[in-house]
Structures are given as structure tokens and as C-alpha cells.
């Protein structure tokens, strides 16, 4: 799961330029497109150190952690765990357990991973989440992967200074969760204000919105008070420009 052919081949140059800037190896920025790309993978086997998380005391008490499990091959992968519900309480009514790409800001972009829910007992709201346009805990996008759609539930939602609104355009009656590990994608176009979500199928969105409130942000995992696995991370986005605006006060 954690082989990814393609990228070397076409990253070689980006990746040893980032090395002899002294930047980590999974991440890259592409100068000579014509719009400025940058790259971000991570498959967890240097630990957790391009993640920062909403854990009030990660040290003492997380609940992020890694574990590994065993491939076809017999080779033991790493991966991220979120064990449960965070301490965390945020300002307004949105998820607990959060983890945020480090040093990472973009505008357009598309994201890729492999997640895990852990939790089959938890009924219509067994979830796992992703965030985009987190500019702080008070201003952000998420999506949840909810087992059944409802207001709250297998939606795409907006925090903005106020507890979580769904702005789901195209809805989806529900995530076809399995106990096994499922394909992910997000992409999002600020010029348009398009949002496109993906699960297993990557050719058909599983659900779409359209905003413009937030046209920059950090991208990250996690869910909103239950527990599951995240691996294969993958961002391809355009940096936030020192001069792009933020849509908090339009």
C-alpha cells in the first residue's frame, strides 16, 4: 500500500532539490510549472513529525499514535492511528480529533489517502473526517464520512466563526464503510469554489459543495469523536501567495 511507482519518476528532481535546500524529503516545490505546485507524502515511516494535532497534552495523554500492521509481502507498515475522542473542546460545535500537515498552506489542491474506520459498532455516525482551508480552529471546511447521511452526518460542512453548517451540493446517502482500508481523495478549485470528495470510486465524487469563504488553508485527518487509521497521505496544492486574502470577513 505503500509503493507509489509513479513518484519517483516524476519527482526525482523535485525531491533532490529539496534536499540540498535542507527541506524533508517528502516534501518538494515545483518551480518550473507554469502554476507553482508543492508536494507533500507521507506513509508515516519517520514518525509523526509533519503533524501537529489538536491533543491538548500529546505528551502525557494522545490519542494519535502509530501502529503498524503486516503487508502481502510480510513487511510491517507503518501507519497513523487515532484512538478516540481528543480532549480537545473546540470553540464551536465541529470535531474533536484533528491532525494538520505542519508548515503547509494551500489554495487549490488534491488529496490523497488511505483510511480505516475502527469503529463498526458506531452506527448511522461511524466516521472518519478530512479538513482543507484550516486557517484556525474557528475557520475551516471538513468533510465526514458518515455511515448514513443526515443534517450531521456524511456531509460536507463549513466552521466559520460559528458552530458546523452542511453546504453539501451533491449529497450521498451514505459511506460504504467495510473493516477493511479505503481510497480517499479531495480536490478543491478556489477559483470556482468547487469541492469534490471521493471514496473508492476516484472517477465518481461522492459528494460535492461549492464555496469561496476560505480560499486558503491547511489540509489534515481525523474524525469527530471516534477512531480509526490514516496512511498513504499524498498533497499536491498551490502555496498560499504572501498576498492571498483571507474570505473570513467576506
Not at 130 to 158: E, R
Not at 192 to 208: C, I
Amino acid at each position: 500500500m505503500h509503493s507509489n511507482p509513479s513518484f519517483p519518476k516524476i519527482c526525482t528532481r523535485l525531491i533532490t532539490v529539496a534536499l540540498l535546500m535542507g527541506c524533508l524529503p517528502t516534501l518538494a516545490v515545483r518551480a518550473d510549472s507554469p502554476a507553482e505546485s508543492v508536494t507533500f507524502e507521507d506513509n508515516f515511516s519517520d514518525g509523526m513529525d509533519h503533524w501537529k494535532t489538536s491533543d491538548p497534552d500529546p505528551v502525557n495523554k494522545p490519542f494519535w499514535k502509530l501502529e503498524s500492521r503486516t503487508d502481502e509481502q510480510g513487511k510491517s507498515n507503518p501507519y497513523l492511528r487515532c484512538t478516540g475522542t481528543s480532549n480537545y473542546q473546540p470553540p464551536h460545535r465541529s470535531p474533536h480529533s484533528i491532525a494538520l500537515i505542519k508548515d503547509v498552506v494551500v489554495t487549490d489542491f488534491e488529496f490523497t489517502a488511505t483510511i480505516q474506520s475502527t469503529n463498526r459498532d458506531a452506527g448511522a455516525h461511524r466516521d472518519l473526517c478530512l479538513f482543507w482551508g484550516y486557517q484556525d480552529p474557528s475557520h475551516f471546511y471538513y468533510v465526514h464520512f458518515g455511515a448514513k447521511a443526515d443534517p450531521h452526518a456524511c456531509q460536507i460542512f463549513i466552521v466559520n466563526d460559528a458552530p458546523r453548517i452542511k453546504i453539501t451540493k451533491d449529497e450521498a446517502t451514505g459511506t460504504p464503510w467495510t473493516d477493511g482500508w479505503h481510497k480517499v481523495k479531495l480536490v478543491r478549485n478556489v477559483e470556482s469554489g468547487l469541492m469534490e470528495v471521493y471514496f473508492d470510486n476516484m472517477d465518481q465524487p461522492l459528494m460535492t459543495a461549492q464555496d469561496k469563504h476560505f480560499t486558503w488553508g491547511q489540509v489534515g485527518i481525523g474524525t469527530f469523536d471516534d477512531h480509526g487509521n490514516f496512511d498513504d497521505i499524498r498533497l499536491i496544492g498551490k502555496p498560499k501567495a504572501d498576498d492571498s486574502t483571507t474570505a473570513k470577513d467576506e
